[in-house]
């Protein structure tokens, strides 16, 4: 089994930054990962894509967090990254770190609380 625990989240004002980590764990060796990505959740709405990673090391992002996100991985540590950058109101959330095997199992994190206010 794998497990993953993203951390990083908090309050920051608009215009801020915040570096959400997520950390694989387990049998993360027997697996063959493709991709990796993260989403986020606010009350009464669906969970929305927001960046991805492949493993070839291609990125894309939503089009609301386009050239102010940045998703990236440290394979050494087993953790993947999103850079937040100009923080909104509208990104306030609950992020979540997924990975999607070869065989299209889907791995997730319990999530971790960004909020953006004055």
């Known amino acids: 089994q794998v497990q993953l625990v993203e951390s990083g989240g908090g309050l920051v004002q608009p215009g801020g930054s915040l570096r959400l980590s997520c950390v694989a764990s387990g049998n993360i060796f027997t697996i063959n990962f493709l991709d990796w990505g993260w989403f986020r959740q606010t009350p009464g709405k669906q969970r929305e894509w927001v960046a991805g990673?492949?493993?070839?090391?291609?990125?894309n992002y939503a089009d609301a967090v386009n050239e102010r996100f940045t998703i990236s991985r440290d394979s050494a540590k087993n953790t993947v990254y999103l850079q937040m950058n100009s923080l909104k109101p509208d990104d306030t959330a609950v992020y979540y770190c997924r990975a999607r095997s070869s065989r299209g199992l889907d791995f997730w994190g319990q999530g971790t609380q960004v909020t953006v206010s004055s």
């Open positions: 990673l492949r493993s070839g090391g291609s990125t």
